[in-house]
């Protein structure tokens, strides 16, 4: 028989593909209600972030005149944030091994909840900046688990569509803390930036609760040995019991459980230690390994350093050199923003799977950069200018919005849904915590640098800068990162570890898919020949 040993990304032979055409259907299935569910209640866990973020950009207003600190401080305070999350992306990996996926979410909304209480009763800057430390951690972990916790108990027809809900949540969570900024806003300074940060203890609250009423992840209970309970939860999460027997011995395979132990409980074999794990993802990488590493990070990469936190967090600075000056209004272009982003990430997510994900992702990140031009030229207008100037400030409002929603529509889910799938299984906690690490480390450096950056090269200076990233982002893209859409997450690693020739490899592999089933109509045909 054919070694399948997908995981090893085609080292160990060449896969046998004729069992996972065998249950293709005629119809593309309906999405499974209870996968759907799971994928929710996970992704939630991305509201914390994205209500931080939201609110943030409002509570920075009132926390600068209130506390009496400087642009440094107040942008630091922003940022650090997503360097303090660093701590708990970097550590959920161990933590999900080692307590499941589903504990370590609850964990992530308890840490959050701490957090949220610690800024709303800050006294000062140094507790405030306590707080955000806590909150961080909360951040870390709930950024790392819910997209890998989403694409292990997803169907691989609605993968994409269902590992885009992280992104959809941040989004709300961004639209919340606008809301939550306009809403407290006319309360007394001293008071409502305090409201706006407490109140986002609230959410962690029922997000610790909703969680455990879903399962654990499949891929975590066969790496614990629990093949009974994983079973139960692929036939409840699969799109037909075949699908589930297939998604089966894919995770036996990749724990090196044999394929005749069918008992409810195994015994696993020794797994790498996680010093073996960091040294094949980081010093001893096999050329897939290498490329999938590149990919995930690169992309998580260039998501942030296209600056989206810069246009998010600092809207209400941006919408003032705009021409915007009343802090009511300011909040509620805000509001329009946070409205705008989160309906063309509704649109995204049914697109994922229909379209795939590199034409998305091209065509989100070409948008990006005609936006962010427009962008840099209304704002370079308008700073030059000693009268205002009414095109400039429409052309700089269109395309903040503009440039949030070809965000939405690709470049924003897809990081989240490409590096959850693309690495394999015995990596993939690992793999995630380093995707996720470079995107906080990223969308740090943006948020804390901002204003001091606009003020050194203007701010219609800074856009310029971003468009020329998100440039170089689109060459990244096309040329390193295969089409994973529809693919099993095992078959996924074929497609990587020849770089700028992954064509070559999709179109042979196609190519064998397609001759496989032919063969596979001609023995049906020949079966249901009538017998003379």
């Given at each position: 028989?054919?070694?399948?040993?997908?995981?090893?990304?085609?080292?160990?032979?060449?896969?046998?593909?004729?069992?996972?055409?065998?249950?293709?259907?005629?119809?593309?299935?309906?999405?499974?209600?209870?996968?759907?569910?799971?994928?929710?209640?996970?992704?939630?866990?991305?509201?914390?972030?994205?209500?931080?973020?939201?609110?943030?950009?409002g509570a920075s207003i009132y926390i600068k005149d209130d506390l009496k600190v400087s642009d440094v401080q107040i942008e630091i305070?922003?940022?650090?944030?997503?360097?303090?999350?660093?701590?708990?992306?970097?550590?959920?990996?161990?933590?999900?091994?080692?307590?499941?996926?589903?504990?370590?979410?609850?964990?992530?909304?308890?840490?959050?909840?701490?957090?949220?209480?610690?800024?709303?009763?800050?006294?000062?800057?140094?507790?405030?900046?306590?707080?955000?430390?806590?909150?961080?951690?909360?951040?870390?972990?709930?950024?790392?688990?819910?997209?890998?916790?989403?694409?292990?108990?997803?169907?691989?027809?609605?993968?994409?569509?269902?590992?885009?809900?992280?992104?959809?949540?941040?989004?709300?969570?961004?639209?919340?803390?606008?809301?939550?900024?306009?809403?407290?806003?006319?309360?007394?300074?001293?008071?409502?930036?305090?409201?706006?940060?407490?109140?986002?203890?609230?959410?962690?609250?029922?997000?610790?609760?909703?969680?455990?009423?879903?399962?654990?992840?499949?891929?975590?209970?066969?790496?614990?040995?629990?093949?009974?309970?994983?079973?139960?939860?692929?036939?409840?999460?699969?799109?037909?019991?075949?699908?589930?027997?297939?998604?089966?011995?894919?995770?036996?395979?990749?724990?090196?459980?044999?394929?005749?132990?069918?008992?409810?409980?195994?015994?696993?074999?020794?797994?790498?230690?996680d010093d073996a794990v960091w040294k094949e993802l980081i010093l001893h990488p096999t050329p897939a390994v290498r490329h999938v590493?590149?990919?995930?990070?690169?992309?998580?990469?260039?998501?942030?350093?296209?600056?989206?936190?810069?246009?998010?967090?600092?809207?209400?600075?941006?919408?003032?050199?705009?021409?915007?000056?009343?802090?009511?209004?300011?909040?509620?272009?805000?509001?329009?923003?946070?409205?705008?982003?989160?309906?063309?990430?509704?649109?995204?997510?049914?697109?994922?799977?229909?379209?795939?994900?590199?034409?998305?992702?091209?065509?989100?990140?070409?948008?990006?950069?005609?936006?962010?031009?427009?962008?840099?030229?209304?704002?370079?207008?308008?700073?030059?200018?000693?009268?205002?100037?009414?095109?400039?400030?429409?052309?700089?409002?269109?395309?903040?919005?503009?440039?949030?929603?070809?965000?939405?529509?690709?470049?924003?889910?897809?990081?989240?849904?490409?590096?959850?799938?693309?690495?394999?299984?015995?990596?993939?906690?690992?793999?995630?915590?380093?995707?996720?690490?470079?995107?906080?480390?990223?969308?740090?450096?943006?948020?804390?640098?901002?204003?001091?950056?606009?003020?050194?090269?203007?701010?219609?200076?800074?856009?310029?800068?971003?468009?020329?990233?998100?440039?170089?982002?689109?060459?990244?893209?096309?040329?390193?990162?295969?089409?994973?859409?529809?693919?099993?997450?095992?078959?996924?690693?074929?497609?990587?570890?020849?770089?700028?020739?992954?064509?070559?490899?999709?179109?042979?592999?196609?190519?064998?898919?397609?001759?496989?089933?032919?063969?596979?109509?001609?023995?049906?045909?020949?079966?249901?020949?009538?017998?003379?």
């Amino acid at each position: 028989m054919a070694d399948r040993k997908v995981e090893s990304y085609g080292v160990s032979g060449e896969p046998k593909m004729l069992e996972r055409t065998a249950f293709d259907p005629v119809k593309p299935p309906k999405k499974n209600k209870y996968a759907l569910g799971c994928a929710v209640l996970a992704s939630m866990t991305s509201i914390l972030l994205g209500y931080d973020i939201g609110v943030m950009s409002g509570a920075s207003i009132y926390i600068k005149d209130d506390l009496k600190v400087s642009d440094v401080q107040i942008e630091i305070l922003i940022g650090i944030l997503n360097i303090y999350s660093l701590v708990g992306s970097v550590a959920a990996g161990k933590t999900s091994d080692m307590i499941g996926r589903r504990y370590t979410i609850v964990f992530a909304a308890a840490v959050f909840f701490v957090g949220a209480l610690l800024m709303g009763f800050s006294t000062n800057y140094s507790f405030l900046m306590a707080g955000r430390f806590v909150a961080g951690i909360g951040v870390g972990y709930a950024l790392m688990i819910a997209p890998v916790y989403t694409a292990e108990v997803s169907p691989a027809s609605s993968r994409g569509f269902l590992t885009s809900f992280p992104e959809v949540f941040i989004n709300a969570g961004i639209l919340l803390g606008y809301v939550s900024n306009y809403g407290f806003s006319k309360m007394p300074a001293h008071l409502s930036w305090r409201f706006m940060l407490g109140i986002g203890a609230v959410p962690s609250v029922f997000l610790a609760i909703g969680v455990l009423a879903m399962p654990e992840s499949p891929r975590w209970l066969v790496m614990q040995g629990r093949l009974g309970d994983a079973k139960r939860v692929l036939d409840k999460t699969s799109d037909s019991q075949e699908e589930a027997q297939l998604r089966l011995i894919d995770i036996k395979e990749a724990a090196g459980i044999p394929q005749e132990c069918n008992d409810d409980i195994v015994s696993v074999p020794k797994r790498s230690k996680d010093d073996a794990v960091w040294k094949e993802l980081i010093l001893h990488p096999t050329p897939a390994v290498r490329h999938v590493l590149i990919a995930a990070v690169g992309i998580h990469f260039f998501q942030q350093a296209s600056g989206i936190d810069a246009v998010v967090l600092y809207s209400p600075r941006i919408f003032e050199k705009a021409g915007i000056t009343n802090d009511n209004e300011k909040l509620l272009a805000t509001v329009a923003v946070g409205f705008t982003k989160t309906c063309f990430i509704l649109v995204a997510t049914f697109l994922l799977d229909k379209i795939g994900r590199r034409p998305l992702l091209l065509s989100s990140v070409g948008g990006m950069i005609v936006s962010l031009f427009l962008l840099g030229t209304a704002l370079t207008v308008i700073d030059q200018s000693d009268h205002k100037v009414t095109w400039a400030v429409a052309m700089a409002i269109a395309g903040v919005l503009a440039y949030v929603a070809f965000f939405s529509i690709g470049m924003g889910p897809i990081t989240w849904v490409y590096s959850s799938e693309v690495f394999p299984l015995r990596l993939r906690a690992q793999g995630c915590s380093m995707a996720v690490a470079m995107n906080r480390i990223t969308s740090g450096t943006i948020s804390m640098t901002f204003i001091s950056l606009y003020k050194a090269i203007t701010i219609g200076g800074a856009f310029f800068l971003f468009t020329g990233v998100a440039c170089v982002a689109w060459v990244f893209f096309y040329t390193l990162l295969p089409e994973t859409q529809g693919r099993n997450l095992e078959e996924v690693g074929l497609l990587f570890g020849t770089y700028f020739n992954w064509r070559s490899t999709l179109k042979k592999l196609k190519k064998k898919e397609a001759s496989e089933k032919m063969n596979k109509e001609e023995v049906e045909l020949k079966n249901n020949a009538p017998q003379n």
